[in-house]
């Protein structure tokens, strides 16, 4: 269900833009700052393309135009055709050109993503995602506080431009080989769930994980307790050394998504564990 902050920006946006051109750029933004909090770089940058193809369809419609067949869609012909042509000549500012060249920008980082990667560089997917994120953003907060002008009360605009532009950060950090997670409430079970969902395809030694447990707060037996609960979802090589299942990998993955909506304003998100048998 989204959440009250999506709704009312949606509101918001419609006063102005084409309803099925705004649901489908908040629908991009979400996914592009949850695939950035779980360190997907490439899938926040492919996105975040999309997102800016759904602004632009949202702008290009704003000026009276039909907007075109996906197959002859093209980002640079709409960005060009915004600021010169004649039916766009009367539109402000900010939609012709400033959005559009934002827009530019952001579709120029996710066109190329990986393309400029060399093993014996930074791989620049991450700095690409942080710049993608920051203006997808301000993108969707200019369009809200041009949507907004004198229909909607400014402290409440405010609030929203606000909600949108703030910094946006990974529920993840590797800090030398230690994982740290920034999500709460998260028990010792999760953690080792979580720590085996970063090392997969490899195997991960299971004291490392009661390690990591216990890191977290866990007392010792909690920790070999938590990861004996794990057993039916992990490959042991029969020495202690684990790769996390197919069910397990969708455990972790829902768990990770739960916590990014709950970091983007969705509030508390229940997941459901794979539960099998006998797993206390």
Request: proline share 6%; aromatic share 6%; with cysteine.
């Amino acid at each position: 269900m989204p959440s009250p902050t999506r709704t009312r920006l949606q509101e918001v946006l419609t006063l102005t833009f084409d309803q099925r051109h705004i649901e489908a750029a908040l629908e991009h933004f979400e996914l592009l700052t949850n695939e950035f909090q779980i360190r997907s770089w490439e899938e926040c940058l492919v996105k975040a393309g999309k997102f800016v193809e759904a602004v632009l369809k949202a702008l290009w419609a704003f000026v009276g135009n039909n907007v075109p067949p996906a197959k002859e869609f093209k980002v640079d012909v709409i960005i060009r055709g915004l600021e010169n042509t004649a039916a766009a000549a009367s539109a402000p500012t900010t939609v012709r050109v400033t959005i559009p060249r934002a827009s530019r920008f952001v579709y120029e980082i996710a066109s190329n993503r990986g393309a400029r990667h060399d093993p014996d560089e930074i791989n620049p997917n991450e700095m690409d995602a942080l710049a993608a994120v920051s203006n997808c953003s301000w993108i969707l907060a200019e369009m809200a506080r041009f949507a907004a002008r004198g229909t909607v009360d400014p402290a409440e605009a405010h609030d929203l431009v606000s909600r949108l532009t703030e910094r946006k950060l990974p529920l993840f950090e590797e800090v030398d080989g230690r994982l740290h997670f920034h999500i709460p409430g998260l028990g010792p079970r999760d953690v080792e769930l979580l720590n085996l969902w970063h090392a997969f395809p490899d195997r991960i030694k299971n004291t490392q994980l009661i390690e990591a447990a216990i890191r977290r707060g866990a007392t010792p037996n909690a920790a070999r307790l938590s990861l004996y609960r794990l057993r039916l979802l992990v490959d042991d090589d029969g020495q202690g050394n684990l790769r996390l299942l197919a069910p397990g990998l969708a455990e972790a993955e829902q768990l990770l998504m739960a916590g990014a909506q709950s970091r983007n304003g969705a509030g508390r998100v229940r997941r459901r564990r794979n539960r099998l048998p006998f797993i206390c």
